[in-house]
């Protein structure tokens, strides 16, 4: 059996399901290319007939991105199918995935249908997607519920209609580490055409056994694992790609290869969190920000005698840069080019210079601009085009003083002023905003995460503002978290809001 694992990355698909982590198409393109530049085999691109922007993305992708296979998602709907070949038009070498439900609580409950009903839809889209493309990927979502003699016989029907790869997806992260393991076992010796197939792995993580169970997956036999950048997805989120490169890198014993070069693994990480906004926790395997830092006076004593003593991995291999530059208010357009291009931020001309000029007021706040405050001020590009702008804010707030707040807001060129208190600082600057915007918002969550450490740290919020029963996601960044908070609530205000709104 070949050892090489084929790495399915699905970031942009899986991962961008979840709520808040939207990105729109000239970020997912900045991210598809550092994917390539990561060593991805295949890049899950959209699900098309979703939305005209999913659609619109796997155009795009198709466009910008070379070597790796784009993939776009369907149901085992003809029409879905149409819509994906179609968005993949441009793509060098494409990949339709495609299946349905196969578990009896899905065959029962979302379908109404019976076994074999659900093996001829199967075939049918198989057939119906190997019109369009050379390359189908099935899926047999629930696979990880599925009773493994059933599914055998999905996975051998829609092989002999000519599915090039197989997906087994524990969907719901249910299955233990040897039941996975196990099932793909029973799969490689109990269907008779596997050999011209590809098992591939899809784990969600519910139960914290994404990863391992991806894991016994290759050891039984798969050879392509579906993974995201930081482990994002619904839920609890998918099998990170960096944990499953790095177990197959430092277990060479098991033999199984992939073309990641991991030490792109750090700059991927971030520029995927900042884009998305979302925080990678700092335990994290790999690419959490403790994941090599030795506090205890024990463990400390033995690196320093020698790193091998509690370091299985060295952090240069996977792109975490220990002497990284740090940036100052000296340094030039072209080293701060550098270090975004090191990060996989690609800026020239114009919006170089905005982001140079906002780097320079930064750095006269902060004294040492390092990686994260540099993602942060490449992300904040993102909300130039919000109709609602914050024209200024004035907080008095202290000991023995009602914490008073005065905001003025730019709507769509027209100006608005109002001041309130609150209980605090923050309280007081979103009761003036209310005051202005008169809708019925209900903030249902605030996070304030410092980057790094020190008083002049840059602050990221995150919001989660509700409105007409629908909950809005808000992000903002900043020396001063009494604006970033107002930023924050400002962007997912801005979502819902579009022309005049008072
Ligand atoms: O989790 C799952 O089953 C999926 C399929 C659509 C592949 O994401
Ligand atoms: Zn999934």
């Given at each position: 059996m070949d050892n090489k694992v084929y790495i399915f990355d699905t970031t942009l698909r899986d991962g961008e399901q979840v709520p808040g982590c939207q990105l729109n198409t000239v970020e997912k393109i900045q991210v598809a290319k550092q994917l390539e530049a990561l060593g991805v085999d295949i890049i899950e691109a959209g699900f098309p007939i979703s939305s005209p922007?999913?659609?619109?993305?796997?155009?795009?992708?198709?466009?910008?991105?070379?070597?790796?296979?784009?993939?776009?998602?369907?149901?085992?709907?003809?029409?879905?199918?149409?819509?994906?070949?179609?968005?993949?038009?441009?793509?060098?070498?494409?990949?339709?995935?495609?299946?349905?439900?196969?578990?009896?609580?899905?065959?029962?409950?979302?379908?109404?249908?019976?076994?074999?009903?659900?093996?001829?839809?199967?075939?049918?889209?198989?057939?119906?997607?190997?019109?369009?493309?050379?390359?189908?990927?099935?899926?047999?979502?629930?696979?990880?519920?599925?009773?493994?003699?059933?599914?055998?016989?999905?996975?051998?029907?829609v092989i002999a209609a000519g599915a090039t790869v197989v997906n087994i997806p524990d969907t719901t992260g249910y299955c233990l580490p040897s039941e996975f393991g196990a099932k793909i076992k029973y799969l490689c010796d109990n269907v008779q055409n596997i050999d011209k197939a590809i098992i591939s792995t899809h784990c969600h993580n519910d139960l914290g056994m994404a990863t391992a169970n991806t894991i016994s997956g290759l050891i039984n036999g798969a050879r392509q694992c579906e993974v995201t950048i930081n482990g994002i997805g619904e839920r609890a989120g998918n099998t990170s790609l960096e944990e499953v490169a790095m177990i197959l890198k430092c277990h060479s014993h098991l033999d199984l290869h992939t073309n990641i070069n991991t030490q792109k693994i750090y700059p991927t990480s971030r520029?995927?969190?900042?884009?998305?906004?979302?925080?990678?926790?700092?335990?994290?395997?790999?690419?959490?920000?403790?994941?090599?830092?030795?506090?205890?006076?024990?463990?400390?004593?033995g690196v320093l005698k020698n790193v091998q003593t509690y370091e299985i991995m060295d952090p240069q291999e996977v792109g975490l840069d220990v002497n990284s530059i740090v940036l100052t208010a000296r340094s030039g357009r072209a080293a701060l080019k550098h270090r975004l291009h090191v990060l996989g931020v690609e800026l020239e001309?114009?919006?170089?210079?905005?982001?140079?000029?906002?780097?320079?007021?930064?750095?006269?706040?902060?004294?040492?601009?390092?990686?994260?405050?540099?993602?942060?001020?490449?992300?904040?590009?993102?909300?130039?085009?919000?109709?609602?702008?914050?024209?200024?804010?004035?907080?008095?707030?202290?000991?023995?003083?009602?914490?008073v707040a005065s905001v003025g807001l730019d709507i769509a060129g027209e100006k608005f002023e109002a001041a309130a208190t609150g209980n605090g600082p923050v309280d007081a600057a979103i009761n003036a905003l209310k005051q202005i915007i008169k809708r019925h918002m209900i903030l249902?969550?605030?996070?304030?995460?410092?980057?790094?450490?020190?008083?002049?740290?840059?602050?990221?919020?995150?919001?989660?503002?509700?409105?007409?029963?629908?909950?809005?996601?808000?992000?903002?960044?900043?020396?001063?978290?009494?604006?970033?908070?107002?930023d924050a609530y400002l962007d997912a205000i801005n979502k819902f809001t579009k022309k005049a709104v008072l």
């Open positions: 922007g999913d659609f619109n993305s796997v155009v795009e992708i198709s466009k910008a991105v070379t070597w790796p296979t784009i993939c776009a998602l369907t149901r085992a709907v003809e029409k879905d199918i149409d819509v994906a070949a179609e968005a993949l038009k441009y793509a060098k070498h494409k990949r339709i995935h495609t299946g349905i439900g196969t578990s009896d609580s899905h065959i029962k409950y979302k379908f109404n249908s019976t076994r074999e009903e659900i093996i001829e839809r199967a075939v049918k889209a198989v057939k119906y997607a190997r019109r369009y493309v050379d390359d189908v990927e099935f899926y047999a979502e629930d696979a990880g519920r599925t009773e493994n003699e059933y599914l055998a016989r999905v996975v051998e029907a520029m995927v969190s900042s884009l998305m906004n979302m925080p990678v926790q700092p335990n994290k395997a790999v690419v959490g920000k403790n994941a090599f830092a030795h506090s205890s006076g024990i463990h400390q004593d001309g114009e919006k170089l210079d905005k982001i140079y000029e906002q780097f320079l007021k930064l750095a006269d706040k902060k004294k040492e601009i390092n990686d994260d405050d540099l993602l942060v001020l490449a992300g904040a590009d993102t909300t130039m085009d919000h109709h609602i702008k914050l024209d200024f804010l004035q907080v008095t707030s202290g000991v023995g003083v009602r914490p249902k969550e605030f996070t304030i995460q410092s980057i790094n450490k020190g008083s002049d740290d840059v602050a990221k919020v995150h919001m989660q503002v509700e409105y007409e029963n629908h909950i809005y996601y808000g992000f903002g960044a900043g020396t001063d978290i009494v604006q970033a908070s107002v």
